[in-house]
């Protein structure tokens, strides 16, 4: 017997995709391997993303509101679809939940998931509620869209391309750790008042209740910007990079100075002790976009608040490396989804 | 606070459903409330149906081989597909499992899935893999395609329609008795062997890997029949004949000696002194298909072995009843999915 522990998430998946047969119907374009799969609808493409959240692995409900994480099991899966270059269009929900739980709380809950459904503008369709014998299950489906000369995989991008990401990356690990921090507080004594301070609401934000960066989709077409590749930053920009560089047989070099990271994340990290560029790195649930351009096309973004060089693409796939001010290159590991 | 045993499942659906927004993109056909939501995409209609299996409530992993538990989730879904009269295409599955299991269970449970995407005919398109704190967990989310004319609604029967069932009933509960009572006899003495019988292969068959009846969707419209409506038998007859009068506004009468069982079924009720009729109506698991089709289509079907009639709808919704040969109507109640 194997321990799971041994192959990792991406040995796990790399193991289910390699023992499938390769898909037979004549409108399945992509299967497993990609944030969402991919289908030829005549028109455009169609794109099916699913997630699974389960509580004391993806959320504690004692920090975490049960509307805030309707909301962001939401962001989970329009994320994916986003990561194609698509728009989502429809979603439908599974619930998990033990009788516990009061029909208020299914209320707010659902209250999180219609809200995250009008902001993303997407039509909640179905799903299923059952029991559960211990905690809280979500699984998300997420129907999407793409024009077909649209669609953006992981694994074409190439080398010289410019590395871009979306907003700031960091905010949402360090949000966990004040709220973790704070539940200590609250552990050890129940009467103690939470003292999250309004200067940390970012951060807090960030990881309660993050929004999918669709908007960067209808920018990047307003822009006439097709990107080379991308991916969604769910579990920290290394592990990611790392997929996409995998996926496209390339290597990378990526500036330290130029990751984005906002000022309450560097204080905050400054707080934790801990690096802002780990957090950033390492942290996850950001749910920003990683996505590559050939270098003719970068002049249209470099203009753009929203979107940020962080490096280039290289030829030598064993080099994804970490470039500091100082000159120094370090390899680039993956912790996110150990 | 409410609790939330007091609203049941019926409860719980029609509260999320009254509360979400009437759909807004303009392919999404039907949302909360069928087997499966409907989505126009263009010469064909598109269908999504997303079930949670969760450990401890949906199967007891003492006698569900991850095999047999594998192939269970895919029928579960395409089931859903079916009974809109469609046909799977494409699936994902998200799994949520501690590390208690090992590499080898993983590989057995997708061993099911694939064999089960075989026998179907679907792609295995994507999913998710995470961890879990306690027990498995699988999300399975199928896609499948109708030609518009042949789908099929639950709330679109008509009084005098001809109700008419696939296959046998009450099988798979009675499986379920006979997998609980050896798991009692091995609990009280792990050295024992298990008893089971050849002559009950069929129940424990029916209980382990049930096949749902994409073949009635391929007879069907051999037959040249388009049944008024369909649903599928999940939750036991009683649960899903209710829902079905109570969205199309009928009122139904069944006869009990109509109500298919076989022999095996007979045999076991006898054996665990439970009516064959009551597991029938109230046993669930049987993943047939339950259909009404107008008078006059009625005689394409009567010579199909697969196809029993068992009763008729009526104008009245408050009378959905079983009339026994003796000439006794009593109201049928579901019990299934409290």
């Given at each position: 017997?194997?321990?799971?522990?041994?192959?990792?998430?991406?040995?796990?998946?790399?193991?289910?995709?390699?023992?499938?047969?390769?898909?037979?119907?004549?409108?399945?374009?992509?299967?497993?391997?990609?944030?969402?799969?991919?289908?030829?609808?005549?028109?455009?493409?169609?794109?099916?993303?699913?997630?699974?959240?389960?509580?004391?692995?993806?959320?504690?409900?004692?920090?975490?509101?049960?509307?805030?994480?309707?909301?962001?099991?939401?962001?989970?899966?329009?994320?994916?679809?986003?990561?194609?270059?698509?728009?989502?269009?429809?979603?439908?929900?599974?619930?998990?939940?033990?009788?516990?739980?009061?029909?208020?709380?299914?209320?707010?809950?659902?209250?999180?998931?219609?809200?995250?459904?009008?902001?993303?503008?997407?039509?909640?369709?179905?799903?299923?509620?059952?029991?559960?014998?211990?905690?809280?299950?979500?699984?998300?489906?997420?129907?999407?869209?793409?024009?077909?000369?649209?669609?953006?995989?992981?694994?074409?991008?190439?080398?010289?391309?410019?590395?871009?990401?979306?907003?700031?990356?960091?905010?949402?690990?360090?949000?966990?750790?004040?709220?973790?921090?704070?539940?200590?507080?609250?552990?050890?004594?129940?009467?103690?008042?939470?003292?999250?301070?309004?200067?940390?609401?970012?951060?807090?934000?960030?990881?309660?209740?993050?929004?999918?960066?669709?908007?960067?989709?209808?920018?990047?077409?307003?822009?006439?910007?097709?990107?080379?590749?991308?991916?969604?930053?769910?579990?920290?920009?290394?592990?990611?990079?790392?997929?996409?560089c995998r996926?496209?047989g390339t290597g990378?070099?990526?500036?330290?100075?130029?990751?984005?990271?906002?000022?309450?994340?560097?204080?905050?990290?400054?707080?934790?002790?801990?690096?802002?560029?780990?957090?950033?790195?390492?942290?996850?649930?950001?749910?920003?976009?990683?996505?590559?351009?050939?270098?003719?096309?970068?002049?249209?973004?470099?203009?753009?608040?929203?979107?940020?060089?962080?490096?280039?693409?290289?030829?030598d796939p064993s080099?994804?490396?970490?470039?500091?001010?100082?000159?120094?290159?370090?390899?680039?590991?993956?912790?996110?989804?150990?």
């Amino acid at each position: 017997m194997t321990d799971l522990n041994t192959l990792g998430e991406i040995g796990l998946i790399d193991r289910i995709k390699q023992a499938t047969p390769i898909p037979t119907q004549p409108d399945t374009i992509r299967g497993i391997g990609d944030d969402a799969a991919v289908f030829d609808w005549g028109d455009q493409y169609g794109l099916l993303a699913t997630d699974l959240l389960i509580e004391g692995v993806h959320f504690d409900l004692t920090y975490v509101p049960l509307k805030h994480l309707g909301y962001k099991a939401i962001t989970f899966g329009v994320s994916d679809i986003a990561a194609m270059n698509g728009l989502p269009v429809q979603v439908t929900v599974g619930v998990a939940l033990s009788s516990r739980f009061p029909v208020e709380a299914v209320d707010e809950l659902y209250d999180g998931i219609r809200a995250a459904c009008a902001a993303y503008n997407v039509d909640l369709v179905g799903g299923d509620t059952t029991s559960s014998r211990s905690g809280l299950v979500l699984s998300v489906s997420v129907l999407g869209k793409v024009p077909k000369d649209k669609i953006t995989y992981r694994n074409t991008a190439q080398p010289n391309d410019v590395l871009c990401v979306t907003g700031d990356l960091g905010a949402a690990y360090l949000g966990l750790q004040l709220l973790e921090r704070e539940k200590q507080v609250f552990l050890a004594d129940p009467n103690m008042q939470p003292t999250l301070s309004e200067e940390r609401a970012y951060l807090v934000q960030r990881q309660l209740r993050p929004d999918a960066r669709t908007d960067i989709v209808h920018e990047l077409r307003d822009l006439g910007v097709q990107p080379s590749a991308m991916i969604d930053v769910s579990d920290g920009l290394a592990s990611e990079l790392l997929h996409l560089c995998r996926a496209s047989g390339t290597g990378a070099v990526i500036f330290d100075e130029n990751i984005p990271i906002d000022d309450q994340a560097y204080l905050a990290a400054d707080e934790f002790n801990i690096s802002p560029i780990t957090a950033a790195l390492n942290g996850g649930e950001d749910y920003e976009l990683l996505f590559t351009v050939r270098p003719q096309e970068y002049e249209k973004l470099a203009q753009n608040a929203r979107i940020t060089a962080i490096g280039y693409l290289t030829a030598d796939p064993s080099q994804v490396v970490l470039a500091t001010k100082a000159g120094q290159q370090t390899p680039i590991r993956a912790q996110g989804w150990q």
